[in-house]
């Protein structure tokens, strides 16, 4: 071998060395986080997940126990990426942000919504009725 064909082995071999021990610069989930500490079927909340590595522009997916929450996202700005969430179900939810086969989960227990009317009430003091009655019978006093 002459000695031109042994350096250009030599520098193939380091060049192949050093590319097979770099660290890989993959995207990376770094958090994510839901908007609320109290979350209820029908709500709408903020999911945010911080993204990060080489690869942190490619599209992030949301899902809610598995199934994915609308489009994926194009993290803006860069190094982060939102998406709104409404529980359609109550219960436990596992919310999951996936970049690049990076994932971060977080659990939230969502509850029923209040149903309308369960609130209470004072019957007030009947002066509208009171009024509402004097003007159908002709009489202002309201009695």
Known sequence: MTRTARTAAALFAAAAATVL???SAHASVQSL???GS???VGGTYTLTAQVGGASGGLLVYFSD???FIGAPTVPWPPGSATIDW???TPG???LTAEQGGSTQSIVVEVEE?????SGSGSGGSGTGSALLRGLLSGSSSGS
């Open 21 to 23: 021990v770099a660290p």
């Open 33 to 35: 986080a839901v908007e």
């Open 38 to 40: 109290t979350h209820v």
């Open 65 to 67: 126990n598995g199934e």
């Open 86 to 88: 409404q529980p359609s």
């Open 92 to 94: 436990r939810h596992i």
């Open 113 to 117: 919504a209040a149903s309308p009317g």
